[in-house]
């Protein structure tokens, strides 16, 4: 599976529009392109995936470059519950694939 | 209505002792993982059955040894605990659908202490 590249931390305040990128640079034409979060103390949280496409869910949205080397994950209005370790993950999907979670980005909303 | 549930929540054990950590989901899924979250927070993969069969293994010792009675259950079973064991043990399933790509549910995790 390609590699990402996320920053270390971001921060965004309360209401305003939180913009994560992400690199995947090596990203090869059937892997899709996923993204997790992590709230402390909790299990992963499905955020939302694509392959080409932008994509929008009740969640968040997924911007995809044409080149698909690069995304960022938007939550349009970020809330204080926001708070996490957001990860970017490159896979191929299907059935029984894996995910190999990276370091992440720790999102903070600020009050 | 838990979708994916593992318990004990906490697990805390003598160094050399054996356990084990349930995990059942009621969501139908074909397909169930578990994961390893270290002190680093780094999290890595490793089980994955399918219908109870084995099918990512990803060089675990053989001291881990998943069991799945039905597709709704994956129990990890540890041997001789060692205190590099120590970690969160997150479970998670997806359905097994090769039309399209099915997102991974996680439990809240196992959060296992080797004294």
């Known amino acids: ?43 992963p949280q499905y955020i939302i995936h694509g392959l080409k496409n932008n994509e929008t869910n009740e969640m968040a949205s997924l911007i995809i470059t044409e080149d698909r080397k690069s995304s ?40 | 209505d838990t979708a994916v549930s593992q318990t004990p929540k906490y697990l805390v054990t003598q160094m050399g002792n054996d356990k084990s950590i349930k995990c059942e ?12 979250q270290d002190s680093k927070k780094f999290l890595k993969i490793m089980f994955s059955y399918n219908n109870k069969e084995l099918i990512i293994n990803e060089t675990v010792p053989n001291r881990f040894s998943p069991k799945s009675p039905d597709k709704a259950h994956l129990n990890l079973h540890i041997n ?25 549910h996680f439990g809240d995790g196992t959060r296992l202490s080797i004294l």
């Open chain 1, 1 to 43: 599976d390609a590699k990402t590249t996320q920053p270390p931390s971001m921060d965004c305040a309360e209401g305003r529009a939180a913009n994560l990128p992400c690199n995947h640079s090596t990203i090869s034409g059937n892997e899709y392109v996923y993204w997790y979060r992590q709230i402390h103390s909790q299990g």
């Open chain 1, 72 to 111: 960022t994950l938007i939550l349009p209005h970020a809330t204080l519950r926001d708070t996490a370790v957001y990860y970017c993950i490159v896979s191929s999907g299907g059935s029984n694939y894996k995910l190999t979670f990276g370091k992440g980005t720790l999102l903070t909303v600020n009050p």
């Open chain 2, 25 to 36: 989901q009621n969501l139908g899924h074909d397909t169930m993982y578990w994961y390893k």
């Open chain 2, 80 to 104: 001789s605990l060692e205190l590099g064991d120590s970690a969160v043990y997150f479970c998670a399933s997806s359905q097994d659908r090769t039309d399209s790509n099915q997102p991974q």
